[in-house]
């Protein structure tokens, strides 16, 4: 084996490093870990560990240091480019370190001592073994009087005279071989005491999320009612040790909130962009050739360019510090206080506002990279088997449990697999169901099945009641309720029970139904069954206001219409006394009680109607006699132009007769008009 040492000289002094284990891990549902080190530091000692690249960020903006007998000088930790960084500046580039010959060529031109010569490396080379002799490393200095040439033996030193050089050299090496675990870093926490003591280091990081998972034993269908019933739940966590580090007999904490969690890279080195400002010189210089005799307007001179002036902002931040709260324990607790929940199999519950930590009995084990499912929660609740109507067309209810957290604490979002407790469905896998977050005292129903046993069908219906009538200038207001009802025939065949309906609210609409509660699911509403078949009914009811009116505004003024330049047969149904109104509000009336307030006015109004519908009759029979009564008159007028003679004569006196009686015509068709208009704005004028 040949082995050549290249000594870079770096000394340098290394004070004794403490390797702080993980003590604790709280896992929160925002997808961050609360990471705990302790242990005991020597005097003047550091701390280290080690911890992923990805968390880094974290790890500066959230690190607390707790050191009741010393102070913090800083923390250090390889660059995030650590290659490029150490090898900045530098002759050699990481590939040079490949081989020896090449690292020497990289450092070509620079001073070394070998094989008792001093000089500069001009060349290295591979020397081969030839006949039994071994080989080596030959190695060409320039010297002050010329080139020498050694052979460097295992074990022969190449000494670099420049120690700065080295050292950094030395550095890149170390800074080489770091980056080939590029995915995790060394923390190095200095710090200054006179004796030995504890020391514990926090931080938050990213890592996978906790997910709760619960197995639900509930009660059978139809248990008395007298006979209260309960369904015992079990939590267990799916844990995934992502930090790097092993978790040894660790404290474990899964915390369930809604904390706010962001992510600031401040790891990365961040330049601020500057804009360029260009180098100002002297323009070239142009000369206009001189053509003699023409004058030259002399150009005003140019403003003097405004002094740039540039301010630089001076930032500091001090350095926060971290003062322990009156009466806290050496290392730092990870949960806060709350009142201990009904004591569980593994865990017990700490509750403080907008969240619950279940803080595991033992100490747990979790390798790195390994995942773990633990148990947290182990509680009976209240339960009450039911039948659960979500979808109104559904031709079959869900199968549920209605359970009631009796938990002094916040039960987490999580997927529940659903058994049998007792009967013939002990120990019977009945389905799966979804929890949601589940504060205490509150309740949920948990679907975890469809009943087919069990039919339902649904029919709606409508129905309007007029409930007030009032007259108005121009129209007639009704109130009117109106009932929406829902049907639903329920046939459990037997089967006794609660169901409960859920009823999509309807806006402006009133439930005519008993509601034990309302959400994002609408109206609650329960019934129980028999085992007859049997029909819930749920009703709205809604106030509806419709206007009658009276007159068509569009056609401007009763008063101001005149029937012979406006085609009453073609408008027939604007007009009062016309079809349509009438018929419709004839059609209230009929089904309007006696006792609604207004009924008699409504009753007014149509008996007005129809003597308007009289007058308007007679108003288009007197229309349509001038119309006849002009169109002979116009017949005779052309015959009188027509004849000549003993007809001439006759054909006027015709003509003044039809003159007469297209006069009368017209004359008793305007009589019958204004009778129908003095009729209509009477009606108009009626009401308040």
């Known amino acids: 084996m040949r082995r050549l040492t290249l000594a870079f000289l770096l000394s340098a002094t290394t004070a004794l490093a403490t390797e702080l284990p993980v003590r604790s891990v709280t896992l929160s549902s925002a997808g961050l870990a609360q990471v705990e080190r302790a242990g005991e530091v020597p005097p003047d000692g550091t701390v280290t560990f080690r911890a992923p690249t ?38 050699v580039r990481p590939d040079d370190f490949d081989s020896r010959v090449r690292l020497l060529a990289a450092l070509r031109g620079q001073e070394a001592e070998a094989g008792g010569a001093r000089g500069r490396i001009a060349d290295a080379a591979e020397v081969p073994p030839v006949a039994g002799t071994p080989g080596g490393l030959r190695l060409t200095l320039i010297t002050p009087t010329g080139l020498r040439t050694v052979v460097l033996r295992e074990g022969d030193e190449v000494v670099l005279t420049d120690t700065a050089l080295a050292g950094r050299v030395a550095r890149a090496a170390e800074a080489l071989a770091a980056a080939r675990s590029n995915d995790e870093r060394r923390i190095e926490i200095r710090l200054r005491a006179d004796r030995a003591r504890q020391v514990a280091v926090l931080y938050v990081a990213g890592a996978p999320l906790w997910k709760p998972s619960y197995r639900l034993l509930v009660p059978p269908m139809g248990a008395p009612a007298a006979t209260p019933t309960q369904a015992r739940l079990q939590g267990w966590a ?17 915390v369930s909130g809604e904390a706010a969690a962001f992510r600031q890279r401040i790891y990365q080195p961040i330049t601020v962009a500057r804009p360029e400002m260009p180098v100002r010189v002297a323009g070239a210089v142009m000369v206009t050739p001189d053509t003699g005799g023409v004058p030259v307007p002399i150009p005003m001179p140019a403003p003097a360019p405004a002094a740039l002036a540039g301010r630089m902002m001076d930032s500091s931040a001090a350095a926060p510090q971290m003062a322990r709260r009156a009466g806290a324990p050496d290392a730092p607790g990870m949960i ?91 120990g019977v896998f009945l389905g799966d169901a979804e929890i949601r977050a589940m504060p205490s005292g509150d309740g949920r129903i948990l679907a975890f099945a469809r009943d087919r046993d069990v039919q ?193 004569q006759e054909a006027r006196r015709r003509l003044n007769q039809a003159s007469r009686e297209a006069e009368a015509a017209g004359s008793a068709a305007d009589q019958a008009w204004e009778a129908w208009q003095r009729g209509v704005v009477a009606l108009l004028q009626r009401g308040s």
Do not use: K
């Open 336 to 426: 806060a206080g709350g009142a201990p929940a009904q004591p569980a199999a593994a865990a017990t519950a700490e509750a403080s506002a907008g969240r619950v930590a279940f803080v595991l009995a033992e100490p747990v084990t979790i390798r790195a990279g390994e995942t773990a499912n633990v148990p947290f929660l182990d509680v009976r609740l209240p339960a009450e088997r039911v039948w659960w109507i979500q979808d109104l067309n559904a031709r079959h209810p869900l199968q549920a449990v209605r359970i009631r957290n009796g938990s002094p604490h916040t039960l987490p979002d999580g997927l529940a697999t659903v058994y049998g407790a007792e009967g013939p469905e002990a």
């Open 238 to 254: 799916v844990v995934e040790n992502a930090s790097g580090s092993d978790w040894d007999a660790v404290r474990l904490a899964l």
């Open 456 to 648: 339902v069908a649904q029919s709606g219906t409508s129905t309007d009641t007029v409930r007030g009538i009032a007259l108005r200038r121009g129209f007639v207001a009704i109130d009117i309720a109106r009932r929406e009802e829902v049907a639903l025939a329920v046939d459990p065949r037997g089967a006794r029970g609660m169901v409960v309906v859920d009823v999509p609210a309807r806006a402006g609409a009133t439930p005519r139904f008993p509601i034990v509660s309302q959400g994002d699911f609408g109206l609650r509403h329960e019934a129980v069954l028999d085992g007859s078949a049997q029909t819930i009914r749920l009703a709205f009811e809604r106030a509806i206001r419709q206007d009658t009116p009276l007159w068509d505004t569009s056609l401007g003024e009763p008063m101001l219409l005149r029937w012979q330049q406006f085609d009453i047969e073609q408008n027939l149904r604007r007009l009062p006394g016309g079809p349509g109104t009438m018929e419709r509000l004839q059609e209230i009336l009929a089904r309007t009680p006696p006792d609604v307030p207004g009924r008699a006015d409504l009753a007014a109004v149509v008996e007005a109607m129809q003597a308007l519908r009289r007058q308007l009759d007679e108003a288009r029979l007197r229309a349509r006699a001038y119309r006849a009564a002009d169109q002979a008159l116009a017949r005779a007028r052309q015959a009188a132009e027509d004849r000549t003679g003993p007809e001439q």
């Open 54 to 91: 990805e968390d880094v960020d974290d790890l500066l903006r959230s690190l607390i240091v707790v050191d009741t007998a010393g102070t913090v000088e800083g923390l250090r930790l390889p660059a995030r480019d650590l290659a490029n960084e150490a090898f900045r500046g530098l002759p």
